[in-house]
């Protein structure tokens, strides 16, 4: 698996940041310089915690309370996208976003999707297939 690109739209200081990583035969490794104070720590505890922490149900409170505090003024259903990370799996792309949706009792709510067209055509086709099985269903009924 491999990071290729990473869109943060808001997060700290960092704001609408694109960072491309372009994999090579050489090394894997990749060097993030900048002067101090300009975010790099914050990139990184982001692009972990988002990485590590989303898709468990158990660790998403780490990440509400990475993002507690950072959106005081987000509005009852407004949604706010975080950042979109594109990570290739063996040759197949996939798209990862990070949203917040603010709630009523004027905190917010955080989830994450995947957007893997495969996936899609595939649940496209099985709910084809299932429609077709409980036509056959409904036809074997009606002879007996």
């Known amino acids: 698996m491999?990071?290729?690109q990473i869109h943060i739209k808001e997060f700290k200081a960092l704001k609408n940041v694109h960072i491309s990583l372009k994999q090579n035969d050489k090394s894997n490794v990749f060097s993030i310089a900048s002067l101090n104070g300009l975010g790099k720590s914050t990139l990184l505890?982001?692009?972990f915690t988002m990485l590590h922490c989303s898709f468990d149900d158990g660790r998403k409170e780490y990440v509400k309370n990475l993002l507690e505090g950072l959106y005081p003024d987000i509005l009852d259903d407004e949604l706010l996208e975080l950042a979109e990370f594109e990570i290739e799996d063996k040759k197949e792309?996939?798209?990862?976003?990070f949203v917040i949706v603010g709630n009523t009792h004027g905190g917010f709510n955080f989830d994450?999707?995947?957007?893997?067209?495969?996936i899609e055509e595939k649940l496209e086709e099985l709910g084809e297939l299932k429609s077709k099985l409980e036509s056959l269903l409904k036809i074997q009924e009606e002879i007996r």
């Open 45 to 47: 505890q982001f692009i």
């Open 112 to 118: 994450c999707f995947l957007d893997i067209p495969e």
């Open 2 to 4: 491999f990071l290729k």
């Open 93 to 97: 792309i996939i798209q990862i976003g």
